[in-house]
């Protein structure tokens, strides 16, 4: 039987819109200072190739695509470093609908947290009010692995005193967040969201067990379903 549900803070909690439209500037002006040319259109393309790769950090990737000097590049990052951090300060907002997710699902399974951010995270959720829907509420700051690490999901599962087979873990990338979780026994559903939601499985074993564009469409029957089969068509 499933009792726990674990959600991926960025796309699933967290609406990362304006946060990545930030970093296209960003990137791409750090980019433009070496070839004035390169643009916004020029960036989103380097990050649909970069999703199409399965490249786990899509920023780094963009940047040493177009500046192979090292030390160029590492300035490069340590800038982009800086301000993702600024940026990510100013950005944190709640996913439209996933209010409403907790209030319901928190009633019959136990809600944790199995994603990259830290304890300002956190306490950004204790001040929208939405922390007490968590049964489980760890972060990366507590931990040294991370994502798409299986030793991270199985870490997070044996603090929280959880079984794999009774938990599903929804996220919105196949790399980080899909394949891990099957790797460790949970059960899967992947919502089409952010950059990364035109990413596909390359093999049938990197298939979610259920895939949806919005936290919204996910229904109380539909995790019941999950305990007898798999759903593998966009609802």
Known sequence: MLKNIFLDAGGIILNENNFENNMAKIITNIIKEIYPKYSLEDYWKDVDEAVYRFVPRVYDYVLYKHIKNIDDFKASKIRKNIEESKNLKNNFELVDGIKEFLIVFSQYYKIGILGQYGKSFKNYLEKENVLKYFTYSEVQDDYKVTKPDPRYFEAILKKCNCEA?????????IDKDIIPAKQVGMKTIRIRVGIHKNQEPRLLEELPDMTVKSIGEIKIEDIKTLEYGIIS???
């Open 233 to 235: 068509e966009n609802k």
């Open 165 to 173: 087979y009774e938990s599903i873990m929804v996220g919105d990338r």
